[in-house]
T-cell receptor, first 113, second 111 residues
C-alpha cells in the first residue's frame, strides 16, 4: 500500500459528461501529480501541484482541470468527455516539488461510452 | 516526446535468468528513477540513482547510470515469475519544475 488513495476505482460515463477524480496523498507529502495512461499514449504527465500551487503542466487538455485543496487532497475534473478520454488516471504524491521519488495510487479506470 | 526511452519494448526470459533493460534520456538530470507496474495497477518506485552516482544496488536490482551517454540500465538478477511487470524509467528533466516524465516502458515476462 503506497498510502495514496484514489477514488473511485472505476467510472463508466457517457460522452459529453463531466467527472471528478479524487486523490488523497500520503501523509506529509506536499506534491501531487496526475497522469493519464492509455495503451497508445503510454504514461502521460498531466499536471503537478505543490502545497496548493500549480508547479508543472504537461499536455493537459483544456477540458481537463485540477486543483489541490488546503488539506492537500487533489481533484482532477474531466469535462465534455470523449471516447478517447477512456484511460487509467493515476495520482502520485511526493514530499518535495522535484528530485524525489513519487508514490502512486492504484488509479481510476475511466470508461467513456 | 518522452524524456526517457526504454529498450527493449518487450523481454521474455526464463525464471532464474537475468533481465536487463535500458533507458535513454535527452536532457541533463538530477537523478533517474526506475518504477515497476504490475498489469493495470499503480507504479511502484524501485530505485533512484543520482547524477553523481554510477551504480546502485537494491536487493536483486542493479542500476547503472552513464550521464555522458545519457543512459541507464536496470538489471534484475535471478528473475522470478513475480518479476513479470512493466518497468519504466523516469526523470525530472532539466527544467526546474516538477514534471516527472516516464518512458514508454519495458514489458518483462518471466516464464
Amino acid at each position: 500500500d503506497s498510502g495514496v488513495t484514489q477514488t473511485p476505482k472505476h467510472l463508466i460515463t457517457a460522452t459529453g459528461q463531466r467527472v471528478t477524480l479524487r486523490c488523497s496523498p500520503r501523509s506529509g507529502d506536499l506534491s501531487v501529480y496526475w497522469y493519464q495512461q492509455s495503451l497508445d499514449q503510454g504514461l502521460q504527465f498531466l499536471i503537478q501541484y505543490y502545497n496548493g500551487e500549480e508547479r508543472a503542466k504537461g499536455n493537459i487538455l483544456e477540458r481537463f482541470s485540477a486543483q489541490q485543496f488546503p488539506d492537500l487532497h487533489s481533484e482532477l475534473n474531466l469535462s465534455s468527455l470523449e471516447l478517447g478520454d477512456s484511460a487509467l488516471y493515476f495520482c502520485a504524491s511526493s514530499v518535495g516539488v522535484l528530485h524525489t521519488e513519487a508514490f502512486f495510487g492504484q488509479g481510476t479506470r475511466l470508461t467513456v461510452v | 516526446s518522452q524524456q526517457g526511452e526504454e529498450d527493449p519494448q518487450a523481454l521474455s526470459i526464463q525464471e532464474g535468468e537475468n533481465a536487463t533493460m535500458n533507458c535513454s534520456y535527452k536532457t541533463s538530470i538530477n537523478n533517474l528513477q526506475w518504477y515497476r507496474q504490475n498489469s493495470g495497477r499503480g507504479l511502484v518506485h524501485l530505485i533512484l540513482i543520482r547524477s553523481n552516482e554510477r551504480e546502485k544496488h537494491s536487493g536483486r536490482l542493479r542500476v547503472t547510470l552513464d550521464t555522458s551517454k545519457k543512459s541507464s540500465s536496470l538489471l534484475i538478477t535471478a528473475s522470478r515469475a513475480a518479476d513479470t511487470a512493466s518497468y519504466f524509467c523516469a526523470t525530472y528533466g532539466s527544467s526546474n519544475t516538477g514534471k516527472l516524465i516516464f518512458g514508454q516502458g519495458t514489458t518483462l515476462q518471466v516464464k
